[in-house]
C-alpha cells in the first residue's frame, strides 16, 4: 500500500486508521532511516483496527527495515497531528532491508543526522532529541 504522509487517498487500506506511529529506530548510536519520494523518513505507518501502538510499530518497522524491535524500551517523543513519535531499540543486527515504499535505508549517527538536509525537520529534531540522550 502506498503511504505518504499527509495523502490520505483511496490507495490506504480501508482497514488502516488515520492514526500513524513513527519512530526513531536505533542502536549503539545509530539510527535508522527510509528513503522516499520526500527524502529520509523515520520507520512507520498507519494503525490497523484494533491495533495498539506496540503492535503497530512493530509490524510497520519489521515491514519497512527488517529488523525486530524491543518493544520494551519504546518511550513516546511528542505527537504532532495525528502522528505519534517514538524511540525505540532494535533488537539484534538484522540484514536491513527496505520495503518497496522506499528506495534507499541507512543506518545515521548523530553527527551525520546534524548534517542532513533531505529530512522532514520534525523529524530532524526528533532524532537528534533520541540519540542526544534528552528523550530518556
Known sequence: ??????????DVCSS???????????????????LNKNGWDLPGGHKKRNEGDKEALKREVQEETGLEIDVATMKELGRKGNKTFYQVEYTSDAFMQHSDEHTDIQSYTL???QDLDNIDKTFKNLLIKALSGEGE
Open 1 to 10: 500500500h502506498t503511504r505518504y504522509i499527509g495523502d490520505w487517498s483511496s
Open 16 to 34: 488502516d486508521l488515520k492514526f500513524v506511529v513513527k519512530a526513531v529506530v536505533h542502536r549503539s548510536g545509530e539510527a535508522v532511516l527510509l
Open 111 to 113: 553527527e551525520q543526522i
